[in-house]
């Protein structure tokens, strides 16, 4: 599955380096590993940017002793 998903500028090019392998989420979707997550830059004064790139979801951890209750913190892999 494909998830497409905003991203505000600082967090997309801390993905894009590599910097930051994590994603935090609503857990508001049926995220699984190996989805995709369609990462669209987006800044709230001018909306879509243009750019985006694919990471696959390795890992997921939901356990609320470690993560706040409805949120999900996912494993990345920058998608070929």
């Not at 995220?31 to 990462?39: E, S």
Request: hydrophobic share 35%; with cysteine.
């Amino acid at each position: 599955m494909i998830h497409d998903l905003k991203i505000l500028p600082d967090y997309f090019h801390a993905v894009c380096t590599g910097d930051k392998p994590f994603e935090v989420r609503k857990n508001d979707r049926p995220y699984q590993c190996g989805d995709l997550l369609k990462l669209r830059e987006w800044t709230p004064d001018t909306g879509y940017t243009g750019n985006s790139t694919h990471v696959e979801v390795t890992y997921i951890l939901s356990d609320p002793a470690y993560v706040k209750d409805g949120f999900v913190i996912m494993g990345l892999n920058i998608a070929p």
